[in-house]
């Protein structure tokens, strides 16, 4: 089983981003699979994994972000990551293990042409907690929740 920390936007920036691409001739990701990388842990075991993370993230501040405007990585397109405060959220995925390459970023496809999301800017959202996600098979799975302090 494959790891990752991730944070998910709310109810209301979700709603506004399907919106948004509704419509696309390309296969988009399902919304439920719609997340923000933190780190990719890889093939560790879930349960000290799950205690580092505690560990590591306990204490740590909640995020303000909103999905604005969008990029490339390859063929892989997505909606790009705007922060209220710029760093809260590199400061979580490094503390989850990310290197200095960390980009945020919310999967979208894998083959849009163009660029529709241009000038796309959602709502604010405060992500309240980080997860540990598994990812077998193409299913997403939250194994443990880790609540950030709101400011």
Known sequence: MRLFSAVFPDETAARHL????????ERVTQRPRWHITLCFHGEEEPGPMAERLRARLTGMPAPRLRLAGSGRFGAVYFAAVDEAEPGVLRELALACGAGWWFHPHLTLSRAVPGDPLAGYS??????PEAALVASEGGRYTVLRRFPLCAK
Do not use: D, K, Q, S
């Open 122 to 127: 959602g709502p604010w959202f405060t992500a």
């Open 18 to 25: 399907e919106h948004a691409v509704r419509g696309l001739p």
